[in-house]
């Protein structure tokens, strides 16, 4: 396979299959295997974080790339965990769309992991109350500018300038 560009960029490695030899040189027979260079264990190294169906894109049986990655020492589940939890800080600091710019993953992915390694994250009871929120609130701004300013959904923005409004 000749070195290529995938459509998100990322360069994919030339792949090599060979049949392995001995201890004394003559070869053992069988099929060709897919022989695991250092191009390719960077390739991985550099995109362990990627969803299963980046790497199955290779031209390469699934089972024989799973074998290889494996026998390298990658492993799906705890290069995703560790992907995760090694970005705890911005994941438990940053809001869901400013750590998927910031890291290069989908919005609905920081959710999901935000769920299990931070818990359920919710604002304070009454944190709309305070002045400078209720000034937002009570402003004459749209309820998407509304929305957008306070990261809330725009029917969320809708009750609590009613809530405000009543008080």
Known sequence: ?????????????????????????AYRGGLPRLIATKPLH?????????GHGFFFDLPAGRTT?????KRLGFHY?????????????????????EFAVKH??????????R???VGKRA?????????KVRKILL??????KIGRKLDISTSHAKRLRDRAQQE
């Not at 459509?7 to 060979?18: C, I, N, T």
């Not at 960077?42 to 990627?50: G, H, L, Q, S, T």
């Not at 589940?77 to 769309?97: K, N």
């Not at 604002?123 to 002045?131: A, G, Q, V």
Request: hydrophobic share 35%; with cysteine; proline share 5%.
């Open 1 to 25: 396979m000749r070195d290529t560009d995938r459509k998100d960029g990322a360069q994919v490695p030339r792949l090599y299959f060979g049949t392995p030899a001995n201890n004394h040189g």
């Open 42 to 50: 960077d390739f991985w190294e550099v995109n362990r974080a990627c």
């Open 65 to 69: 790339l799973k074998r290889v990655r």
């Open 77 to 97: 589940i705890h290069d995703r965990t560790e992907f995760w939890t090694d970005r705890f800080e911005d994941l438990s600091s940053l809001s869901a769309r």
């Open 104 to 113: 290069g993953v989908h919005v609905d992915e920081v959710l999901d992991w």
């Open 115 to 117: 769920l299990r390694i």
């Open 123 to 131: 604002r304070p009871l009454d944190w709309w109350r305070k002045p």
């Open 139 to 144: 402003s004459e701004r749209t309820l998407i």
